[in-house]
T-cell receptor, first 115, second 111 residues
Framework: DTEVTQTPKHLVMGMTNKKSLKCEQH?????MYWYKQKAKKPPELMFV???????INESVPSRFSPECPNSSLLNLHLHALQPEDSALYLC??????????????FGPGTRLTVT | SQKIEQNSEALNIQEGKTATLTCNYT??????LQWYRQDPGRGPVFLLL?????KEKRKERLKVTFDTTLKQSLFHITASQPADSATYLC??????????FGAGTRLAVHP
């Protein structure tokens, strides 16, 4: 299995809702990532988990709350979002190792619309 | 701050020609540089990784160069095909497990 899956594909939520995005990989990767991508812009890193521990938080607002329950799963909990948070949310994973960087495998993304 | 520049305008080329995409970076020295392809509404797909001590890397019709003096990477697609039409993202490493993506160059290959 060489893919990263994300659910749901599309999500519409109101500003008072609570929802979660889910990401799963079964490649044995031990680094997992959340990115946000606005239209015609590059992916922007939000969070990195390494060996199930949060290693990077790019000063993301607390209305986004990541969780890594195990080495295969990554969640992003959403609460009290703003319309400007509407974007494509991408999950990625990369292999473990001593080297500083490996290629990242991306999921298809969740298209989020905040109304 | 770290800055990455890619051709902001679309690159239009004829099928069979070589496409050359440019990535320039400033204010830091990445140890690695990666290139990804992204189709509309889909996640990026990894293409090639080149390390700072490598001058050139090849994979099938793809070639990437990395000039740490010029702070530039060039990405070449030889014998281009319409199926190569996509946005290509340059991503120098920004630290451990961290990539910084350029804005991307949209490539259109015409039959």
């Amino acid at each position: 299995d060489t893919e990263v899956t994300q659910t749901p594909k599309h999500l519409v939520m109101g500003m008072t809702n609570k929802k979660s995005l889910k990401c799963e990989q079964h490649m044995g990767h031990r680094a997992m990532y959340w990115y946000k991508q606005k239209a015609k812009k590059p992916p922007e890193l939000m969070f990195v988990y390494s060996y199930e521990k949060l290693s990077i938080n790019e000063s993301v607002p607390s209305r986004f709350s990541p969780e890594c329950p195990n080495s295969s799963l990554l969640n992003l909990h959403l609460h009290a979002l703003q319309p400007e948070d509407s974007a494509l949310y991408l999950c990625a994973s990369s292999p473990p190792g001593r080297a500083r960087n490996y290629e990242q495998y991306f999921g298809p993304g969740t298209r989020l619309t905040v109304t | 701050s770290q800055k990455i520049e890619q051709n902001s305008e679309a690159l239009n080329i004829q099928e069979g020609k070589t496409a050359t995409l440019t990535c320039n970076y400033t204010n830091y020295s990445p140890a690695y540089l990666q290139w990804y392809r992204q189709d509309p509404g889909r996640g990026p797909v990894f293409l090639l990784l080149i390390r700072e001590n490598e001058k050139e890397k090849r994979k099938e019709r793809l070639k990437v160069t990395f000039d740490t003096t010029l702070k530039q990477s060039l990405f070449h697609i030889t014998a281009s095909q319409p199926a190569d039409s996509a946005t290509y993202l340059c991503a120098p490493s920004g630290g451990y497990n961290k990539l910084i993506f350029g804005a991307g160059t949209r490539l259109a290959v015409h039959p």
